[in-house]
C-alpha cells in the first residue's frame, strides 16, 4: 500500500527543491531540480496536475534553464554570437571580434537637457567628477536653446557599441536615451530631474540618481542602485539584483521576473512597492526599523525579509 504524506509535507519538499535550484549555480541541476519540484507541485494537487507540469516545464523551466545556460560559461558568448550573430549585436553586448566598440574623442559643451538617439549598441558611463560629455567623433550632434540631441546615423547592419561619457557633478534637468542594447555604469553625482530610458536590452551596473526614473524595455538585469523619488519600469524580461534608496514608489510591469530588489534606506510612514508580471519569483528586501511598504502585486510570489 502507497504510502501518503500530509500536505505540509509535499509544500516543504517542493520548496526545498525549489530553493535548490534557485542557488545552484549549475545550470542542468538547476532545471533539473526545478522540474522535481514542479512535478511534486502538480502531483500534490491532483487536478489538472497533468496539464501544470506540462505547461510550467515548457514555459518557465526550459526558457529560464536556456537563458541561463547561454549566459554562463558552459557556452563562450562568441558561439552564440556565431549561431545568432544578429541578437548578439543589436543588444550591444557583443564580444566577438565582430563587435566594434568606439570610444569618445571630443569634448561637447553640455545642456541642461540630453537626448541620445542611437540606433547601435550603447555604453554610457556616469562621471561624478566632471562636468563634460565625451563622444565619438562619429555620432551627431545637435542644439535647441539649452538641449543637446546626441544621434547616430542609422544603419540597421550596424555592429557598433557607442560609448559616451556624461559628467554628472552639476545634474541636469532631464535626460532621454533611446537606443538597441544599452550598458549603464558609473555614478550620477547630482540628482537629474527626470531619467527616461526607451531601448531593446539594458544592464545597469551603476548608481542611478533621478527625480523620476522611467525605463521601457524587452530585458533588464539590473545589477546597480537606483535613488529615485518614483521608479516605473516596463519590460519584458527582468533580472534584478537591485538596491533602492529613497524610492516613494515603485511600479514595475513585466512578464517574467526574477531576483531581488533591497531597499537601502528607511522612512518613518510608508511607500508603495507595486509587481505586475505572468510570472516569476521576487525577494524584496527592507530594514527592520523602516516603515511600512504597501504592496500590490500580481503573478509574481514575492517573499519579503526584513534586514
Known sequence: MRKRYPLTIKIAFVFAFSLLALFIPYYPLKIALGIIAIILLGLTFRRFSVLFIVLAIIFVVLPSGIIGIMNSSLLPLSFIQRVIPYYGNKYGFSASKENKKVYPDKFIKSGQSITLNVDDGLEIVFDPKSTQVEIPSELNVERFDKEVEISSVQN?????????????????????????????????????????????????????????????????????????????????????????????????????????ITYEDTWKEFRFFFVKASGGYLTVRVPKSAGELNRETEGVLVNLMRY
Open 156 to 260: 540597421v547592419f550596424s555592429d557598433k557599441t557607442y560609448v559616451v561619457n556624461i559628467g554628472t557633478k552639476y545634474g541636469y534637468k532631464d535626460i532621454h536615451i533611446q537606443s538597441d542594447g544599452l550598458l549603464l555604469k558609473g555614478k550620477v553625482a547630482k540628482k537629474i530631474g527626470s531619467l527616461s530610458i526607451n531601448c531593446d536590452g539594458i544592464y545597469l551596473s551603476g548608481v542611478l540618481k533621478a527625480d523620476t526614473f522611467k525605463l521601457n524595455c524587452d530585458g533588464a538585469y539590473f545589477n546597480g542602485e537606483i535613488d529615485a523619488k518614483n521608479v516605473g519600469i516596463d519590460a519584458d524580461g527582468v533580472l534584478t539584483h537591485l538596491s533602492l534608496k529613497n524610492v516613494q514608489k515603485f511600479d514595475m510591469n513585466c512578464d517574467g521576473i526574477a531576483g531581488g
